[in-house]
């Protein structure tokens, strides 16, 4: 009942761009697939991880944090975590037993012992045809809940309204996007490429897009494509971007703050220069977490598989196979050269 437990660790910590070299697979520790008896495994579950999310949030946790930091860095020798789908293979747990599917948080490795798994979802429609189980990862995962607390609660869409989403391509975006022109929005994406620029228009069915890296002036991209203002701003990326819609935010518009990737790798975030449109324009701007609207996943499921099986809404995943390939499809994600979810699957 004893296997060998490969993991993805992080050598030590990053400072600016991850390479795949700051990260190595090691094979070193065998792990028991039977739980023992005793009180230290009370409530404990063992499972075999499928798909693993490689999700932007990730970076900032490879650098040390400070004292004033709300976030827990990885620790240099032991194996990643973030969001996956996996497999129960023993519990301790009166909610799981074995062979249920879960997703939620796990580490980067082949199995991971998880000793509070009050905050796993069980996964429920696995016969179902048109939900791979990937999409757990991704639509029916993490950055669906995001994408859809974000624009329907933070945002409170009304329809009619212009929609600008930065990382329009990515997991989030993508479904921003989409859930905006279910709500009769006109809806504008940036992206770093022509083929994400084609993508987003004829898969995501967005009203027109641009490639951020051909635009020297962000402040005339963006009047060129909101003449009349922006109401609507999903925020992945931060920075020169988030400068340039700030003057071209409408007066009483909203930012909803999900992530900034643009800052991530930098020692010393760039600064905000039009924060004062925030006063002048009275726009609301607010950051949030998704952990905080884990309550409406339920609501959220009912919401969208219906779209999923209708055709209605699409996703789109960029998938690696092998742990080995893990550090690659991170540094692909925090440079921007996945297209669509990054996950890397172990399902083999």
């Given at each position: 009942?004893?296997?060998?437990?490969?993991?993805?660790?992080?050598?030590?910590?990053?400072?600016?761009?991850?390479?795949?070299?700051?990260?190595?697979?090691?094979?070193?520790?065998?792990?028991?697939?039977?739980?023992?008896?005793?009180?230290?495994?009370?409530?404990?579950?063992?499972?075999?991880?499928?798909?693993?999310?490689?999700?932007?949030?990730?970076?900032?946790?490879?650098?040390?944090?400070?004292?004033?930091?709300?976030?827990?860095?990885?620790?240099?020798?032991?194996?990643?975590?973030?969001?996956?789908?996996?497999?129960?293979?023993?519990?301790?747990?009166?909610?799981?037993?074995?062979g249920d599917l879960v997703w939620g948080i796990t580490g980067w490795e082949e199995y991971t012992l998880?000793?509070?798994?009050?905050?796993?979802?069980?996964?429920?429609?696995?016969?179902?045809?048109?939900?791979?189980?990937?999409?757990?990862?991704?639509?029916?995962?993490?950055?669906?809940?995001?994408?859809?607390?974000?624009?329907?609660?933070?945002?409170?869409?009304?329809?009619?309204?212009?929609?600008?989403?930065?990382?329009?391509?990515?997991?989030?975006?993508?479904?921003?996007?989409?859930?905006?022109?279910?709500?009769?929005?006109?809806?504008?994406?940036?992206?770093?490429?022509?083929?994400?620029?084609?993508?987003?228009?004829?898969?995501?069915?967005?009203?027109?897009?641009?490639?951020?890296?051909?635009?020297?002036?962000?402040?005339?991209?963006?009047?060129?494509?909101?003449?009349?203002?922006?109401?609507?701003?999903?925020?992945?990326?931060?920075?020169?971007?988030?400068?340039?819609?700030?003057?071209?935010?409408?007066?009483?518009?909203?930012?909803?703050?999900?992530?900034?990737?643009?800052?991530?790798?930098?020692?010393?975030?760039?600064?905000?220069?039009?924060?004062?449109?925030?006063?002048?324009?009275?726009?609301?701007?607010?950051?949030?977490?998704?952990?905080?609207?884990?309550?409406?996943?339920?609501?959220?499921?009912?919401?969208?598989?219906?779209?999923?099986?209708?055709?209605?809404?699409?996703?789109?995943?960029?998938?690696?196979?092998?742990?080995?390939?893990?550090?690659?499809?991170?540094?692909?994600?925090?440079?921007?050269?996945?297209?669509?979810?990054?996950?890397?699957?172990?399902?083999?």
């Open positions: 009942m004893e296997v060998t437990n490969k993991k993805l660790i992080l050598k030590d910590y990053v400072s600016g761009f991850p390479k795949e070299s700051d990260m190595e697979v090691i094979c070193t520790d065998r792990i028991n697939l039977k739980l023992p008896e005793e009180n230290s495994s009370k409530g404990a579950v063992l499972v075999k991880n499928l798909f693993l999310a490689a999700d932007p949030h990730l970076r900032p946790l490879m650098k040390k944090a400070d004292n004033f930091s709300v976030l827990q860095s990885f620790t240099p020798g032991t194996p990643l975590y973030g969001y996956g789908v996996a497999k129960i293979v023993d519990s301790k747990h009166p909610d799981f037993k074995e998880i000793t509070a798994p009050e905050t796993l979802f069980k996964i429920h429609n696995t016969d179902d045809d048109d939900v791979p189980l990937s999409y757990y990862s991704g639509i029916l995962g993490m950055p669906g809940l995001t994408a859809y607390a974000g624009f329907f609660n933070v945002c409170a869409p009304k329809r009619g309204e212009r929609v600008f989403i930065s990382a329009a391509a990515g997991a989030v975006g993508q479904l921003v996007g989409q859930f905006a022109k279910l709500s009769g929005c006109y809806v504008v994406g940036s992206v770093g490429s022509q083929d994400k620029v084609d993508l987003v228009k004829k898969k995501f069915g967005f009203d027109d897009a641009f490639n951020y890296k051909e635009e020297p002036d962000l402040d005339a991209a963006l009047k060129r494509y909101f003449p009349e203002g922006i109401d609507i701003y999903f925020e992945l990326v931060g920075g020169k971007m988030l400068d340039a819609v700030l003057v071209n935010m409408k007066v009483h518009g909203r930012i909803a703050v999900c992530g900034m990737i643009s800052q991530y790798t930098l020692d010393k975030p760039e600064g905000i220069t039009n924060i004062t449109s925030l006063v002048y324009k009275r726009i609301r701007m607010q950051g949030y977490n998704v952990v905080d609207y884990y309550h409406l996943y339920h609501k959220y499921l009912d919401f969208i598989l219906p779209y999923i099986k209708e055709g209605k809404i699409s996703c789109v995943e960029d998938i690696v196979d092998g742990l080995e390939n893990g550090a690659l499809a991170l540094v692909r994600v925090f440079r921007g050269l996945n297209i669509g979810k990054q996950v890397v699957s172990l399902a083999n």
